[in-house]
């Protein structure tokens, strides 16, 4: 056990591809649109700790990096 619910593509793809499709759809109903994600499943999700957000907060990260290579370069 890792301590988290990272799935990897390697280990297990339709699972992964699961956790994924989980996250597009919390994505959906933050912008306000259609969700097949209701809040019951995302009460389930939560608690497990399953990070819904993980994929913005990975655009960050990555963001961040950029722009500290563009800064010293």
């Known amino acids: 056990m890792h301590g988290d619910l990272l799935v990897s593509k390697e280990v297990n793809k339709e699972l992964y591809m699961w956790a994924q499709r989980q996250r ?5 109903l ?14 389930k999700l939560n608690s497990i ?13 990555q963001y961040s990096a950029l722009a500290s290579f563009w800064r010293n370069n």
């Open 49 to 61: 700790s399953f990070d819904l957000a993980i994929s913005s907060r990975k655009w960050e990260t």
């Open 24 to 28: 597009a759809q919390y994505q959906r």
């Open 30 to 43: 933050q912008k306000g649109k259609h969700s097949r994600l209701t809040d019951e499943r995302i009460r």
